[in-house]
């Protein structure tokens, strides 16, 4: 039955998974939810030796988002954001009208615009969904330009 669903809180089960998973994985060093009580984001502090021996980018962070959707059989929206104080990427799964689809890989360039390219996720389970991410953001710091030399 639909009319007990409650997105806020499916969002918020949703990322307190991401978040105990994250908290298991070797490249994490904390996670933190905010709000406290009911989450609307966490944000991971990665480690930089753990992600790459050429990273030495200060404070790198992956900051992620879930929406469960306003009824229980609706796609969910997430994003999961690596920053750091050279630059960001990140994979999100929402509409985008710079790509077809949900899926998509986005990375800010030096001029401050976005780049878009389209990503199919091979799961929308929240705890899945973080583990793979961590991996991409591993993938993509290995190629990722000079600006993530300090």
């Keep these: 039955m639909t009319d007990d669903w409650d997105a806020g809180a499916a969002s918020h089960?949703?990322?307190r998974g991401v978040r105990r998973e994250l908290d298991r994985h070797?490249?994490?060093v904390t996670t933190e939810g905010f709000p406290a009580t009911l989450h609307s984001e966490i944000v991971a502090e990665l480690s930089p030796s753990r992600?790459?021996?050429?990273?030495?980018?200060?404070e790198p962070t992956l900051t992620v988002r879930w929406f469960a959707g306003e009824r229980p059989a609706a796609p969910p929206g997430f994003s999961f954001h690596y920053s750091d104080r050279h630059g960001d990427f990140g994979w999100h799964h929402a509409p985008n009208p710079h790509v077809d689809g949900?899926?998509?890989?986005?990375?800010?360039l030096d001029e401050g615009v976005y780049t878009?390219?389209?990503?199919e996720?091979?799961?929308t389970q929240p705890t899945r969904v973080g583990w793979v991410v961590v991996s991409l953001v591993e993938n993509r710091l290995t190629t990722w330009?000079?600006?993530?030399?300090?």
């Design 145 to 150: 330009p000079d600006r993530r030399q300090d």
């Design 26 to 28: 070797p490249a994490v």
């Design 116 to 119: 878009y390219t389209p990503h």
């Design 13 to 15: 089960r949703a990322l």
């Design 51 to 58: 992600l790459d021996a050429a990273v030495t980018a200060t």
């Design 121 to 123: 996720f091979d799961s």
């Design 102 to 108: 949900r899926g998509h890989y986005q990375e800010r």
